[in-house]
């Protein structure tokens, strides 16, 4: 009888583990996660992700010379320089945004400004350019419409209110945006006609802020503190702003022209 018993419960032990072993497989998962397969197939997703991330950055694969990096980036005169050497590559291109690329006031605000010739243009012509350019931005499809508008006008000074999104990312996958907000200010004379872009603020939804560019794309916020590099967050808003502003400067620039 004892031997009977003690084979029943042999039974029942067999019985449970197999059904461990169909119902839960999470010893398996935990055998594999450390297998050298595992890490082997880790790496090589890590390395995907390496190669696109580098593509982005217009560095490409290529067959390594004995001794070099199997990653290239093409340079400005066509010529190919080992991965390494992109991030030198990549901080040199942050250069034009770095120590004094924003400007301030005598009071600490941000103020881009400038000046066009607009000879061969009557006052009022030169005037229409400036209000019809911040028009366009308003009545943009982007535009956040309850926000953007023209607030203040007379015979030669604009005042406008414009809110609209920047991007630092977009594509079918993947958007990353912020909105920006400042007030457009133009003033116009005989062959003359100014821009002041000032009292910049950006709302973020990624991380839930709204900042004035006074405190976040400054020198004092979105340099390192040697001022030889842009810091990754303050950085990305500091060059997006910059570019902003050109583009807006020569569209101006060009219509003047026209």
């Known amino acids: 009888m004892r031997q009977i018993i003690l084979l029943l419960v042999a039974l029942v032990a067999t019985i449970g583990i197999q059904a461990q072993m169909t119902t839960d497989n999470s010893y398996l998962r935990e055998n594999y996660k450390n297998s050298k397969t595992a890490q082997k197939a880790a790496a090589r997703k890590a390395a995907r992700k390496e190669r696109k991330a580098l593509k982005k950055q217009g560095v490409t694969q290529a067959k390594p010379q004995k001794g070099q990096a199997t990653y290239y980036v093409k340079a400005k005169d066509g010529s190919v320089t080992t991965k390494e050497k992109a991030a030198d590559i990549e901080a040199n291109m942050d250069v034009p945004y770095l120590a004094g690329a924003v400007p301030t006031t005598t009071e600490g605000i941000v103020c881009f400004e400038q000046t066009f010739n607009t000879a061969g243009k009557s006052k009022q012509q030169a005037f229409d350019i400036m209000k019809q350019t911040a028009q366009d931005i308003i009545d943009s499809p982007n535009a956040a419409h309850e926000i953007s508008?023209?607030?203040q006008e007379s015979t030669d000074t604009l005042i406008a209110t414009i809110c609209e999104p920047i991007y630092f990312k977009k594509s079918k996958w993947e958007t990353d945006s912020a909105l920006i907000r400042y007030q457009y200010l133009a003033s116009v004379t005989e062959g003359m006609a100014k821009l002041r872009v000032w009292l910049i603020s950006y709302s973020y939804e990624e991380i839930g802020f709204n900042y004035k560019a006074e405190e976040w794309i400054t020198d004092k916020y979105a340099?390192?503190?040697?001022?030889?590099?842009?810091?990754k967050a303050n950085g990305k808003f500091r060059k997006k702003t910059i570019d902003y502003v050109k583009q807006l400067?020569?569209?101006i620039e060009q219509r003047i022209k026209e």
Request: hydrophobic share 55%.
């Open 149 to 151: 508008r023209i607030m």
């Open 223 to 231: 340099l390192t503190k040697d001022k030889a590099a842009l810091r």
């Open 249 to 251: 400067f020569a569209r």
